[in-house]
């Protein structure tokens, strides 16, 4: 367990831009001992490295609070050591390290007592922590929605508290400008963005649960819906993964379109419901989603080809391609610019990445089952940045999809910020890119429609 939670997080500094290089050596010797020494009762030790970790590298310090210390005041199995070490943390009156845990360490007081009194007295000391602006750092605002979800599970019906807090935490993320915009480059900036969204959704959710049948009800299911993480949030999944399990116990089931679909459904309004369906199913490209997709769309009635409507739909929300012309090892060159009237995959990778590799024999199997096809709509590329001896890799591999050894300047091109990189092209020369960590190939035959 502490090698998972120690790669997740490594993971994450990652794709947030840290790069090892400009990491000292003692902060992962610290960050991989902190968890396994507070839950081994060796508090003194966990808290002398916590000191010298966030002096070192203050993101990796946050992310095993918020990430693992977060679960472990949660966990009535870990409740203990977590709650004493938080505390013990508390206790050194380190600035740095109390600006960090403050908020976390509000929520387990909340957590410990069953004095409704005190847990409310708490809830509004609670709104003193939430600044003006988006607490990314303290992530005061996640710890916000978990002291709701704790004055429910204590029974308090405090409702004029609970708005209160909802629209602290509304405010200061709509005050950040990051959470419409749809041109964010970079790993640190999509994920500010993409739990600044869940934050902001899951709000708006609350609202809505707490007075089904108020006049703005409907308001606030919409805006629930209007930011759950969309296809640019799904790229860095990791940057709610936590708050979403935490918050509903499922990391993997965020956003409420279904919810409000629902809603729609039940007054029969099923345009405006196949409109949510549709905007879930093209970020999300699973069998599930893509089949509820089908079902209402048949059920609404519309003369056009269902596969019209999708590759419509698809094209809306994907890029255009960028210019850009690959010579391959065999010699035969590619513009991707150009919009070929066929789908095209290419699988960006490298022989130094351990993803890449474990997934090169699967990618191999996909291109000879479309190799095999009388008729294909799909041509299947690779793009390799940074390999050696690419030639003698793929031969030793036997590997026979096409590969091209590219520079940044494609990297850049195709705004690749993580390996390996899937980018599916439309017909129509528009692009889009499926999210790391899902089934590509079942993605790929949704978007694509391809029958097997």
């Known amino acids: 367990m502490k090698t998972i939670l120690f790669a997740l997080v490594v993971l994450q500094l990652s794709f947030r831009g840290i790069l090892f290089s400009q990491i000292p050596n003692e902060a992962f010797k610290y960050s991989n001992k902190i968890y396994g020494l507070w839950n081994a009762a060796q508090f003194d030790t966990a808290i002398d490295y916590s000191v010298r970790l966030v002096k070192l590298n203050p993101s990796m310090f946050e992310e095993i609070i918020h990430n693992q210390l977060s679960q472990g005041i949660l966990s009535k199995e870990q409740h203990h050591n977590s709650a004493t070490f938080l505390k013990l943390l508390y206790q050194t009156n380190n600035r740095d390290i109390n600006q960090i845990i403050a908020p976390i360490h509000t929520l387990n007081s909340i957590i410990e007592t069953n004095n409704k009194d005190s847990v409310v007295f708490l809830a509004k000391s609670f709104l003193s922590l939430l600044s003006n602006t988006s607490n990314y750092s303290s992530k005061a605002e996640s710890y916000g929605l978990l002291v709701l979800k704790q004055m429910d599970a204590k029974d308090i019906h405090n409702v004029v508290l609970k708005r209160k807090l909802i629209d602290k935490i509304i405010h200061n993320i709509e005050s950040g400008r990051c ?58 999944h990791w940057a709610y993964f936590y708050e979403a399990g935490l918050l509903t116990g499922n990391p993997e089931e965020v956003g409420f379109e279904w919810l409000y679909t629902d809603f729609l459904m039940r007054k029969n309004r099923k345009i405006e419901a196949l409109s949510i369906v549709t905007k879930r199913a093209v970020s999300e490209a699973t069998n599930t989603n893509c089949g509820k997709l089908q079902a209402l769309y048949k059920e609404v009635g519309y003369d056009e080809p269902f596969a019209k409507y999708w590759l419509e739909a698809i094209n809306n929300i994907s890029k255009v391609t960028p ?24 699988d960006v990778w490298g022989t130094w990445c351990s993803p890449c590799r474990e997934e090169l024999p699967e990618l191999e199997k996909a291109y000879q089952e479309n190799l095999a096809k ?26 026979s999809f096409p590969v091209a ?9 195709f705004n690749v910020d993580g390996y390996p990189t899937k980018i599916l092209i439309t017909p129509q020369g528009k692009y889009l890119k499926i999210p790391f960590g899902v089934d590509w190939r079942e993605y790929l035959k949704n978007y694509c429609m391809i029958k097997y």
């Open 179 to 236: 959470i419409d915009s749809t041109s964010v480059k970079g790993r640190n900036a999509e994920a500010r963005r993409a739990w600044n969204r869940y934050v902001l959704s899951y709000s708006y959710f609350l609202l809505y649960q707490l007075d089904p049948d108020d006049i703005k009800a409907e308001d606030n299911l919409k805006l629930a819906v209007k930011y759950s993480p969309d296809i640019i949030d799904k790229q860095v």
């Open 323 to 346: 210019t850009i012309s690959v010579r391959f090892v065999d010699d035969k060159t590619v513009d991707f610019g150009k919009p070929s009237g066929k789908w095209t995959y290419i």
């Open 374 to 399: 009388s008729e294909t709509i799909l041509s299947i590329y690779t793009l390799s940045h940074d390999s050696k001896n690419i030639k003698e890799f793929m031969t030793t591999n036997k590997y």
């Open 405 to 413: 050894e590219i520079d940044s300047s494609v990297v850049e091109a």
